[in-house]
């Protein structure tokens, strides 16, 4: 009887650990053979630390691009700003020209105001851009990080449950919190 309730433990633990994780689990594991199931928990604890560390890398990746986004925001803001206020004073003094060389020196001085603007309203396109392309990293690394713990804790329950087969102690439940 003791091996029944054991053996169901043990189907209902993998199948908990098999429901979180994108591997597939052995046989020779569901079955309750120990090695395989410290065979599986080990490979389980390896996939789940690779992904913790990508993870962890698309977060910090992803945390540079917001913070260079918002430089570049407020850079272009600050430009925009400035080039309407060189728009307005170079617009108050257009007019007073005598001469076609004075009003060609008043168009080119427009127009570089108008590609500093252009330029500047850019750079927050771009920044916004970077922005939301840092926070959908920083999605998928916590995405990433928290499928790597599930991972590491469902690998973890197998290895000690392998070794609670071998000592025939009652096995754990399958880790299932987080699903």
């Known amino acids: 009887m003791r091996k029944v309730i054991t053996i169901f433990i043990l189907l209902g633990a993998l199948s908990a650990i098999s429901a979180c994780t994108t591997s597939t ?21 390896a996939k789940g630390e690779d992904l913790v560390s990508d993870g962890e890398k698309k977060l910090a990746s992803g945390r540079d691009k917001v913070r260079e986004g918002e430089s570049l925001i407020e850079t272009g803001n600050q430009n925009m700003v400035k080039a309407r206020q060189d728009y307005s004073a170079a617009a108050s003094s257009v007019g007073a020209s005598t001469a076609p060389k004075q009003v060609d020196a008043e168009a080119k001085r427009l127009k570089d105001i108008g590609e500093r603007w252009e330029d500047a309203i850019d750079d927050v396109k771009k920044g916004n851009k970077l922005v939301t392309k840092g926070n959908e990293l920083i999605d998928k690394g916590r995405s990433q990080i928290g499928e790597g713990r599930r991972m590491l804790e469902s690998g973890s329950t197998m290895m000690r449950n392998s070794q609670r087969s071998q000592l025939g102690v009652d096995l754990l439940p399958g880790a299932t919190s987080g699903n």
């Open 25 to 45: 689990i052995s046989s020779e594991a569901l079955a309750g053979d120990p090695q395989a199931m410290w065979s599986e928990g080990q490979k389980m604890v």
